[in-house]
């Protein structure tokens, strides 16, 4: 990250602009866009170093993903806190799935271990823990009964 910082007023090479679009997420956890703006790669690379000597820690990688606009305010789950997916962590959605499991279709991104519901455990495993954005849950087919 210093190397970077010591080279802002030249130009990037295409390892570099790698390199920054690669740690932007895990450091601030955005998405990192390029723009048409000359200086979006430097500007990345401040933004970055202020967020590390702010916090002093990279963003803690969460496994989970809600679906875009969707945030978690509920009275009834840790006090009224608001997340999105710059705050969330594993444990709080973990947490609200588990008390919540009619809202998993918040969700674009669940982790396999969490994706079955206790009833579905004893059935079949998840084919995927993925959704497709923009897309709701589908329910799960309706199971045959087995002839004998």
Known sequence: ?????????????????QLIARLYPEI??????????????QDAVIEMAVKLRKDQKMKEKCNYHMRAGFIIRC????????????NLTDDVARRYLERFPNKRDMFDV???ETAETPAEADNEPSEASVQPSGEKAAK?????????
Request: aromatic share 10%; charged share 40%; hydrophobic share 25%.
């Open 28 to 41: 601030t956890g955005r998405t990192f866009h390029k723009t048409a703006c000359r200086r979006c790669y």
């Open 110 to 112: 669940i982790p396999e």
């Open 1 to 17: 990250m210093e190397e970077l910082r010591g080279r802002m007023s030249a130009p990037f090479s295409i390892e570099d602009k």
């Open 75 to 86: 009275g009834d789950f840790d006090d009224g806190e608001i997340y999105t997916n710059a």
């Open 140 to 148: 799960a087919p309706a199971k045959r009964k087995k002839r004998k």
